[in-house]
């Protein structure tokens, strides 16, 4: 049996939601990784967008484009599987053993948050070098595990996030915003909370259950047809970029 690196059952079954947006920014290589560049190039703040599993959604690219205009910063948006793309139908009903083990070789292999971390941390030094004066991510379901990892950051806000235990706050050290949503572990989200509230930082940092939500509401899993989740979906982004005004 493949052993399970995720084990976030929402995260691995919910389906997908197809979606459409044009992006308005453009592709370009940050530390050999192609990436999504949005808001302005003279920006100096900058917000690493880290992805779902799902990479490049529409919803995705649609998320990256609302924080460089909502919070008037540089966007990039790395994708760290390299083209690779996740076939939708591993999270579509039935769930079957097979679909299960694809998806932990999946976690464990080209979207090991252990092995991105090191791409990830040389891009945030590329970003430090390249003039940025501050540099925060923001993290989605996997990549939420990613940011929660990472050094060199001046802010960090993990969105309905996957992987995460209750020490991976033990060691930030900047202000972070934690927003699970109804499929999260809550004694884990709970923990984490408990710690950022206790560090010096602590009224920087923003709690919020979206306890009505599923998992992947600001994401890959977020149906902008109907009113309500594209409400959410929106409500989400208001609240990332007022987040980044205050801590960036």
């Avoid at 460089?68 to 579509?92: C, I, M, Y």
């Amino acid at each position: 049996m493949t052993e399970i690196v995720n084990n976030n059952k929402a995260c691995c079954s919910l389906p997908v939601v197809e979606a459409e947006y044009t992006p308005k920014g453009s592709y370009e290589t940050v530390e050999g990784v192609n990436t999504y560049v949005a808001g302005p190039a003279d920006a100096k703040k900058l917000v690493i967008y880290v992805c779902d599993i799902f990479g490049f959604s529409a919803q995705a690219l649609q998320g990256a484009d609302l924080i460089a205009a909502g919070s008037n910063v540089r966007v990039w948006f790395p994708d760290f599987f390299h083209g690779t793309k996740v076939e939708h139908s591993l999270f579509q009903p039935p769930q079957t053993a097979e679909k299960g083990e694809t998806i932990q070789r999946l976690f464990s292999g080209v979207a090991s948050p252990e092995k991105n971390l090191v791409v990830f941390q040389k891009i945030i030094a590329f970003a430090r070098s390249s003039g940025f004066e501050k540099v925060g991510a923001i993290g989605f379901c996997w990549g939420a595990k990613m940011t929660f990892m990472s050094t060199g950051l001046d802010a960090k806000a993990g969105i309905h996030p996957s992987l995460l235990t209750a020490q991976d706050a033990d060691d930030i050290t900047v202000p972070t915003a934690l927003w699970p949503s109804m499929n999260e572990d809550m004694e884990i989200m709970n923990a984490l909370n408990e710690v950022l509230k206790k560090k010096p930082f602590a009224d920087k940092n923003v709690f919020y259950h979206f306890s009505e939500d599923i998992h992947g509401f600001a994401a890959a899993r977020a149906n902008l047809k109907d009113e309500r989740e594209k409400a959410v979906f929106i409500d989400s982004f208001e609240r990332i970029t007022k987040f980044i005004s205050n801590v960036l």
